[in-house]
């Protein structure tokens, strides 16, 4: 029996939890079902109970909820030794203020919370003074209980970067290119453009390094932002830089949620094919 809880896929049960923790019931169908298919906004307790009563849930979100945030995202960078630009992570204010050695930062840094997508929460930092009022505002968060944000070194990219959509076993990339060379920030929502054919070579080397990422931590639906660091002259050098796991992303990119949803059906439907007994 193929249990979905979400509500674009039908199949032998559906339910839905939008809105509610679940319950006995929705417990009870999930130990009858031989696969579970989760949808993409599932809460914690969704997952854990689907994972600790199913072999088999789609998709995978042992690392989004394993490495939660900003903060969770490079440690789960560090720890697979995969090329990310360097990063200081700190739970709170209190303590970055506690360092007695700080490390030497060159600046221009760039200035994470914890939370956020698409660009926000993130700053440009390019000065010792200009740290403060980012540190203020994450006191300032921190009385509302939300805590935790990312140094990260700048990466010169002459405006572009490319994001890296997983859906099941396809990857499906595209640059974001900003009409500025020098501005900060490629998202959609900044007015970036979509370029899916420019350097299919770059495009290529990162495809392979998020597919072997996504093998050692079993991430199948994700958009993967990464940075490959350009000169003066706009040449980028050929390493990947992991910049951020985005769970909910932008389709535009994809061709839009028409586009977006065959693709996920597609996936699902080779992911129950690839099961023993399904």
């Known amino acids: 029996m193929i249990l979905s809880f979400h509500p674009l896929i039908i199949k032998d049960e559906n339910r839905l939890c939008a809105g509610r923790q679940p319950n006995a019931e929705d417990l009870s169908a999930i130990k009858a079902a031989d696969a579970v298919i989760l949808p993409q906004g599932c809460y914690r ?70 939370w956020g997508g698409e660009g926000e929460g993130v700053f440009l930092i390019e000065s010792e003074r200009a740290m403060e009022p980012a540190l203020s505002r994450a006191e300032a968060f921190e009385k509302t209980g939300q805590r935790g944000f990312v140094l990260q070194a700048y990466i010169p990219t002459a405006g572009r970067s490319l994001r890296v959509v997983v859906i099941g076993n396809r990857l499906i990339s595209y640059w974001r290119v900003m009409p500025d060379k020098s501005a900060f920030g490629t998202g959609v929502s900044a007015g970036a453009r979509i370029d899916p054919k420019t350097t299919p070579e770059l495009q290529t080397i990162a495809k392979d390094a998020v597919a072997d990422f996504c093998r050692k931590t079993g991430i199948n639906l994700a958009g993967f932002d990464i940075l490959f660091c350009a000169d003066n002259a706009g040449r980028m050098d050929a390493t990947p830089l992991f910049l951020e796991i985005n769970y909910f992303f932008g389709r535009r990119g994809l061709g839009g949620s028409e586009a977006y949803y065959p693709l996920f059906h597609d996936a699902v439907e080779k992911w129950l094919q690839s099961l023993p007994g399904t």
């Open 45 to 114: 307790a969704l997952y854990d109970m689907a994972r600790n009563n199913c072999r088999h849930v789609f998709p995978d979100y042992s690392a989004r909820f394993d490495f939660p945030g900003k903060t969770g995202q490079a440690r789960l960078f560090q720890k697979t030794g995969v090329a990310h630009p360097a990063t200081e992570i700190f739970l709170n204010v209190a303590e970055f203020k506690q360092m007695s050695t700080p490390p030497p930062r060159a600046y221009p840094l760039v200035f994470k919370f914890d």
